[in-house]
């Protein structure tokens, strides 16, 4: 009974209960891509992806992490929104790979390889980072945009769905980033455990967990008793006032 009761404390009561402001936050974003999706099959403007390539490619100092990460956060603050982690969160995620001491790295969902870059400029040098990505035009991009900032140097970006990929892999993980497709946060967690890819100590850190509302992701983190989990509250990458937060939970088995 007590030990029922212990696990249920541990649950979200924080901010599922959706508020105007994440609401708006959502809807907004969805409003965002249909104008985006409207005018690049009207040929009015290339894909927004694109776009930053060919800002990045223009404007980027070669071998320069930062100059890459300042186009792209520029672009989506003052045209449309991009789906990465943002300036404020990445912070959080370098500091989470820098306080890990992780050697072996796991992202799920790369896009236009932002996050990748962050992770990549935080590691140590006999550290490593594999990238997975479904998308094979983002994963070019992000192929691009990784070489030009100078880090292509111990990272292996594989193109497929995740729930594949994650099959084939080898070596466990201690620290795992996701922030891919988000009805797969969990099913992926629990596969990466089934296939023995996790270290005892493995740093999970999970991005968006308030703007979708992962409720099934939280609870499960939160009550079984492999995990240690710390919630972060944060903004929406990119917005000044849609609330969100990222999840760190530490894999004890």
Known sequence: MNSTKNKLNKKSKMPFNI???SFLGVLSLAYQEIIDSFLTKTKIKKPKEEEVLDLVRLKAT???PKSVLKIIDAYAYRKTFLM???DQKGLLLEKA???SNAKNILELGVYLGYSTIRILNSLREDSKLTSLEANEKFARIAKEHISIAGLSKNHDLKIG???NLITELKEPFDFVF???WKDLYLSDLKLLETMGLLKKGAWIFADNVVLFNLEDYLDYVRTSSDYSSKFIPTLREYSKSHPDGVEI???KL
């Open 19 to 21: 508020n105007r402001k």
């Open 62 to 64: 070669k071998n320069d």
């Open 84 to 86: 990465n982690i943002g």
């Open 97 to 99: 790979i820098k306080d």
């Open 161 to 163: 769905t995740s729930s």
């Open 178 to 180: 996701i922030d891919h």
């Open 249 to 251: 939970s530490i894999y």
